[in-house]
């Protein structure tokens, strides 16, 4: 009774869409705190472990996934993702709002697991633009920029899928201009 309890917010979106822009944003809030996902994949230039990501072996993994440490875990392009448990308790006891950047698989299992919070997809304002995005970002291939596209496409499919007659996410923002999709999700967060 009376105790404060922080509110889980779950973002999702293809690559390209904005996604990690607007979660670079709001790290700067205090008010926020970030999941750090376990994964299998290789880490990035810039990437640090334990910071970006918990950088896993595939049996380190596995075996998390066995002693049941993740809210939720998916597959995606080939490598394991998977939420730890905790630190979401912990920081929704301190009050904190929970920030969860995870894919569309993982949402749904979320969402059968009855996870309470506000579930937002960022998407691109077609997937002709998010193809310009990811031309001019340089950092990829046109062989990589197409295999993109086509799992953004299925992502935003799979977004718009309904959950038990419901929606599966609450909130569906189209990020045509990145500053006003920062707002946006701000004033939905309420910071
Ligand atoms: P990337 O490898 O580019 O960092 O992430 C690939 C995809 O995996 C992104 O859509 C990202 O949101 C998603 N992702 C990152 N961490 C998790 C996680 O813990 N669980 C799930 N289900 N997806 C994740």
Not at 35 to 60: C, K, N, P, W
Not at 111 to 140: C, D, T
Not at 152 to 165: L, W
Request: net charge negative.
């Amino acid at each position: 009774m009376g105790e404060k309890h922080g509110r889980l917010v779950v973002i999702s979106g293809p690559s390209g869409a904005g996604k990690t822009s607007v979660c670079r944003a709001l790290k700067q809030d205090p008010a926020v705190e970030f999941s750090v996902s376990a994964t299998t994949r290789q880490m990035r230039d810039g990437e640090r472990d334990g910071i970006d990501y918990h950088f896993l072996t595939t049996e380190d993994f596995q075996r998390r996934l066995r002693e049941n440490q993740f809210l939720e875990s998916a597959t995606y392009n080939g490598n394991m993702y998977g939420t730890p448990r905790w630190p979401m308790d912990a920081a929704l006891a301190r009050g904190k709002t929970f920030l969860v950047e995870i894919e569309v698989a993982g949402t749904r299992q979320l969402r059968e697991r009855g996870v309470e919070g506000l579930y937002v997809f960022i998407e691109p304002p077609s997937l002709a633009e998010l193809r310009r995005r990811l031309e001019r970002r340089g950092s990829n291939s046109p062989e990589e920029i197409e295999q993109r596209v086509r799992i953004a496409e299925q992502e935003i499919a799979a977004a718009h899928e309904s959950f038990g007659g419901r929606p599966l996410y609450d909130v569906f923002l189209v990020n045509d201009d990145l500053e006003r999709t920062i707002a946006q999700v701000r004033e939905l967060l309420e910071l």
